[in-house]
Structures are given as structure tokens and as C-alpha cells.
């Protein structure tokens, strides 16, 4: 079919161009007695042969091409090549490995559109047939490209992530691949020949902003990359369509879509495969600090969000996976470990192995490590999936290697608007969480969510959202109106007016900030764990063991380590102080480029095998074009001895050519 973006390339010796006689539109009628029915002539003897004749030498002239495009070519692009398009210049290999690929992954090849009908016709006037639709081009077009050769490896991109910490570990990994494969990452634009940007879908502002960086790159001349949840969870942002892509889960491939956007090419890779591996390369944004995805996706089905569209159904990673990337994160000088997903609770419900088996791992390795200076974050978790292992969890919080922090969002306090949203609780459930884990877990930190204004919300069921937040007066509240995302349920209903959304957020915000939580820490002794420095103040940054935010005078001997530090200063969202006693634990010193080298021994070994796998192809492919032509030219001298004695039968044998 035209429509279908990937039949060319599953079927790339077909994409030859072909001469229009072989795809004849019907003959004329001769005449139309109605509307709905039409006599045809049909064809002469005379154009029966002189197709048939034509068809043979379609397939000399296929025959000579395949055998001229798809022997192995040794250049430099070659040698630096990866797995993947690079691959399509083996035609012969392409259509095989694309049809068992074409599962988890969606290619497109965008030519530029021919505008005028004119142009159309005089293409085919010259003979040439394409399979694809008229603006696209199939893969031999790949091989034929005029595009100068470039040597892959050698350029600069510019990296920009927004979102979650999810995002920004899938971000950590790309740039750790082309670092790698020896691209450079820079923070620059103007500096970049192609810009790679992460998106987040989660508010309509961010995505707007992400729209806003691809527009203006392309009007900056650059090459573009787009990956993340916005071209995953809605394909049919116009900003996008011209773009290469990179699926939410096809982040290995990231070098593969630079290459070919480089050469020009527009690569859309957004088929969901396999999860991401976890020891792939990674440069991670604070050296300190590790981000270790524990799953992709989550079983809730919330009607405002669109994570889901893109992040899909849950997916996660074995106990042993996440294990074995703790330890060596550890070993490579990392001191804190973030645990991320869409949803912790609801880890390995898939695997019929739940939270607990994690948890009980996690325990032991940090019990067999004994390291003082390393903690251990638990991420965000939906109140539905976590009442169940709430034992679990609080075990987890009291270890003295893992901070007493949770994320648990609510997000409305009236049971109507959670039935709304489906967010599958109670406001009862809510609170008998926060209870609890206060209960269990001395000092523990708890923050949460709060939508402001989701549609069909009165007065009323704001004001008690409003209680909530007085009764409970939790430490950390992310605040944030309510915004329409295009293709979920939530899009359709009937919104509140912007102006009260507006003034219910500033009057949440208001009472939040009245709050003094942190008071109690004033001249109190605490420690402290410090991963970062703040330029901007001169100070060094660090949290406590409930993931309160401290602040010290700037000392870089701090980072990788932890001190008990003399409170002399509280505010809303941290605390101040001093020095007063530093870990006697050796500072540790993380990795600048954590598993580069790895990579780049891999890589040559693979490129080895590939080099190989690629000369086997091309003898394969090599001996099946022989034996093809051979059989062509055989049924050739076949047909031309059959026309040779019918055109001269009536002589041969003294015939009349009635009786003939």
C-alpha cells in the first residue's frame, strides 16, 4: 500500500524503478452507456509481446543494479558505521533485517515533495515508478543520496533535557553513547551541529517550550532530534513532522537517528520494544549522583494525564538488573542513588515479583556495602500501589543508608474529583498513608501533588483540598494548575473558568508558604550529605537524612561526603548552617565518563564482527545474483529461439502464413 511508510524499505529490490508499462492504467472504453458501467477493449496481441519483451529486460536491468548496489563498500563512513540504517547499504540484508525489525520500529525517509502535478507526470513520462508515496523516497534513494560524505563521530551536540528524573537519566544515557562513539555534548546551541532535545509532556507550558527550542533550531540552520514523551505520546504536532524522532524506548539507537540526521535524512524510530539496558554508557549530569530507572509506564489510567500515551503499560526491570547497576554505580564513586519510575509502588506487578522482593535486595546490598557516605532515594509512588507494601516501605525509610523521604501525590481533596480523575483512592486512603509512615518512621519527610482547578471542581470541593493541606502540613507541595492535554478524557470535560483556577492556586500557594516546618531544626546538629555546590551563592549544597535541603559555606573537600553540620538558620524550603564535624570516610572520587572506555572496546569488537557478518552477506548475496542471472539469461535465449521461429517459421518449413 502507499500508505504504509515502511513497505518500501521491507521490500527494497522491488523499489527499483520501474518503467510505467508495467503498471497500465485500463484501456479506454469505447463507449459509457451509464455512469456505473464501462466495456473495455482489451489488448492487442502486438502489446502482449512488446510487454512481455520489456519485462525481460526489466530484469537484466534489475539484476545489474542489484548487483552493482549491494556489494560491500569499504569507505570511511563504513568503518565508523553502527548497526541500524547503516545497515541499508547492504540492499541484499536490508529487507530481511528491516521486516524483522519493523515490529519496534517506525522509518521514514522524507524526500523533498514534488509541488506541482506537472512534475509528477513528467516523472512518469521518464519511466520511473516509486513505491512509496510522492513525498517520500524508498531506500535506494539512500544509496543514491547526494548528500557529501561526512565522517560520523566527529561532531558536536547540543543536549537539552526537560521533565522528570526519568527523563533526565535517559538523557545522561544518549550523551554517554555519542560520547561514546566520540561526538562531542555541548550546553551551547550556536556551538552544535545538531541538537538533541529531550521533551516532557506532563503541562501544556513545558511542552510549549520544548516546540519553541525545535523551531528555533531549525531556523538557526540546525540539524534536529526530538525525543522523549511528546513525540511519543502525540505524532501529529506539525513542529514534528519534518524531525527525526527517538522513541521513549529506543534510546540505544540514539547514535543510529544522529548519523542519518546528519546525512539528512529524517529517521523516525517510535516503536516499543524492550526495555533500555542499564549498564549502557551515561554521563551523568552531576557525577555524584546516579538516576536507575526501576521501570517504564504504570497500570493507572488517570484521565489529565499523558504520560501514559507515550510511557505506556508497566514494564520492569529484573531485581537482579537493578541490583547489579546499584553495585556498580557504587564502584564507579557515585554516593547517591535515585530509584525513578512513573510509579514505584507498582514495581514488578508485571513480573508477579512486587515491591517487597526489591526492597529486601536493596536492603542487603546496602548492608554488604557498609559506606556511610552512600544514601539511597525512594522515588514517587501512587497512593493505590503502595498501601499494599506499606510494612515494606517503611523498612526500606528506616535503614540508615536510604532517606526517610516519600513521594506521594494526592492531587485533589475531594473524593468526587479523585472519581474524576480515576486516580483509584480515597482522600481517607491519603491520609491513613501520611499516618502511618509518620508513625513508623521518625522525622520522614512526605511530599505530594496538588491540581488546582481539574474540571467540573466547585468551591467546595477546593475548600477541601484546603483543609487537607492545613490538617497534614506536609514539608514539600508541588502546586500546579490544571492544563488540557490534547487525547485524554480529561480534554473533553467541562473546564473551570482560567481566572479561578488562578486564584485557587495563589490561595494554596499562599498557605503552603505561611507554613514553617522547618523550624524545629534551628540549633539543632545534624547530618548532612553533600553532592553539589551552588556557584550562584558560594555554598555547598547537601541534605539531611529526611531530604531537607542544607546549606554550608562553599567546601569542595565536602562533595562525596557527609559532615554534622550546626544549624543557625531556617527557611521555607531549607536550612543553614555550618560545619561543625566531617566523615572521617575517604572522599570518594566518581567517574567523569562512567563506562565510556567499555563502550568504546565494545564497539570496536563489534564493528569487527559486523565487518565480518557484512562480507559473508555480500558472497551470499554475490552467488543468489548469479544464480538469478543465470536463470535470467537462460529463459531469455528460451523466449528469443521461441520469436525466432515464429517470425521465420513460414520460410523455415515453405509454409503458407494462413497455415502457419
Not at 400 to 427: C, I, W
Request: proline fraction near 6%; aromatic fraction near 6%.
Amino acid at each position: 500500500s502507499p500508505r504504509s511508510r515502511i513497505a518500501a524499505l521491507q521490500h527494497v529490490a522491488a523499489s527499483y524503478p520501474r518503467p510505467l508499462f508495467l503498471h497500465p492504467a485500463p484501456c479506454k472504453a469505447k463507449r459509457a452507456d451509464t455512469p456505473f458501467r464501462r466495456t473495455f477493449t482489451r489488448p492487442s496481441k502486438a502489446t502482449k509481446f512488446t510487454r512481455r519483451v520489456l519485462r525481460i529486460r526489466w530484469r537484466f536491468t534489475r539484476t545489474r543494479w542489484i548487483l552493482t548496489t549491494t556489494m560491500p563498500q569499504r569507505t570511511e563512513s563504513s568503518a565508523c558505521a553502527t548497526t541500524g540504517l547503516a545497515d541499508i547499504e547492504d540492499i541484499g540484508s536490508a529487507a530481511g533485517d528491516l521486516e524483522t525489525r519493523s515490529a519496534a520500529a517506525e522509518v521514514t525517509v522524507h524526500a523533498p515533495s514534488e509541488k506541482s502535478t506537472s512534475a509528477r507526470r513528467r516523472r512518469k513520462m521518464q519511466g520511473t515508478f516509486s513505491a512509496a508515496a510522492p513525498t517520500e523516497r524508498s531506500a535506494s534513494t539512500l544509496v543514491e543520496d547526494d548528500t557529501p560524505r561526512m565522517v560520523p563521530g566527529t561532531q558536536t551536540v547540543f543536549l537539552k533535557t526537560y521533565g522528570c528524573a526519568h527523563n533526565t537519566s535517559d538523557s545522561e544515557y544518549m550523551a554517554g553513547l555519542l560520547l561514546s562513539y566520540g561526538y562531542r555534548i555541548t550546553e551551547n546551541m550556536d556551538e552544535a551541529d545538531l541538537c538533541l532535545l529531550n521533551s516532557c509532556t506532563v503541562k501544556g507550558p513545558s511542552q510549549q517550550s520544548f516546540v519553541n527550542l525545535v523551531t528555533d533550531a531549525k531556523k538557526a540552520g540546525k540539524r534536529v532530534v526530538v525525543s522523549g514523551c511528546v513525540p511519543q505520546g502525540d505524532r501529529t504536532i506539525p513542529e514534528l513532522e519534518d524531525t527525526s524522532t527517538i522513541g521513549v524506548q529506543q534510546i540505544e539507537r540514539v547514535v543510529e537517528v544522529v548519523e542519518e540526521t546528519l546525512k539528512g535524512h529524517t529517521v523516525k524510530f517510535l516503536g516499543k520494544k524492550t526495555l533500555p539496558r542499564l549498564d549502557l554508557p551515561k554521563i551523568r549530569k552531576n557525577p555524584y549522583i546516579e538516576i536507575v530507572p526501576i521501570a517504564v509506564g504504570c497500570l493507572s489510567a488517570c484521565t489529565y494525564c499523558k504520560t501514559k500515551h507515550a510511557r505506556g503499560q508497566l514494564g520492569s526491570y529484573e531485581v537482579s538488573a537493578i541490583i547489579d547497576r546499584v553495585r556498580q554505580v557504587i564502584r564507579e564513586g557515585v554516593v547517591e542513588v535515585w530509584l525513578s519510575s512513573e510509579d514505584t509502588g507498582a514495581y514488578g506487578r508485571d513480573l508477579h515479583k512486587p515491591l517487597p522482593y526489591l526492597i529486601d535486595a536493596l536492603i542487603e546490598v546496602l548492608d554488604e556495602i557498609n559506606d556511610p557516605n552512600v544514601m539511597l532515594r525512594f522515588g514517587m509512588t501512587n497512593p493505590p500501589y503502595v498501601m499494599d507494601h506499606l510494612d515494606a516501605v517503611v523498612r526500606l525509610l528506616n535503614h540508615r543508608n536510604v532517606y526517610a523521604f516519600l513521594h506521594v501525590p494526592v492531587q485533589a481533596g475531594s473524593d468526587r474529583v479523585l472519581d474524576k480523575m480515576k486516580r483509584e483512592y480515597t482522600v481517607a486512603d491519603f491520609r491513613h498513608i501520611v499516618e502511618y509512615v509518620r508513625k513508623n518512621v521518625p522525622g520522614v519527610t512526605i511530599s505530594t501533588d496538588i491540581i488546582c482547578g481539574f474540571p467540573t471542581e466547585t468551591d467546595e470541593e477546593f475548600s477541601m483540598t484546603l483543609e487537607l493541606t492545613k490538617d497534614l502540613e506536609l514539608h514539600n507541595m508541588n502546586i500546579s494548575q490544571f492544563y488540557p492535554r490534547p487525547g485524554t478524557p480529561a480534554m473533553r470535560m467541562k473546564r473551570v473558568p482560567t481566572n479561578v483556577v488562578k486564584d485557587r492556586s495563589r490561595a494554596i500557594t499562599r498557605l503552603v508558604h505561611a507554613m514553617s516546618p522547618l523550624d524545629p531544626f534551628l540549633g539543632q546538629r545534624v547530618r548532612a550529605w553533600f553532592t553539589e555546590v551552588s556557584d550562584k551563592h558560594n555554598q555547598s549544597l547537601g541534605h539531611t537524612k529526611n531530604y531537607t535541603q542544607c546549606m554550608v559555606p562553599r567546601d569542595d573537600a565536602l562533595l562525596g561526603k557527609s559532615a554534622l553540620v550546626e544549624i543557625t538558620e531556617t527557611q521555607r524550603w531549607c536550612i543553614i548552617g555550618k560545619v561543625v564535624e566531617e566523615s572521617s570516610a575517604p572522599q570518594k572520587q566518581p567517574s567523569a565518563v562512567p563506562g565510556v572506555a567499555e563502550a568504546a572496546a565494545s564497539h570496536e569488537v563489534k564493528a569487527a564482527e559486523l565487518a565480518e557478518q557484512r562480507a559473508a552477506q555480500g558472497a551470499v548475496q554475490e552467488k543468489k545474483s548469479s544464480s538469478h542471472l543465470a536463470r535470467d539469461v537462460v529463459f531469455a535465449a528460451a523466449v528469443a529461439l521461441a520469436l525466432l521461429v515464429l517470425w521465420s517459421g513460414p520460410r523455415m518449413f515453405g509454409l503458407e502464413k494462413r497455415v502457419w
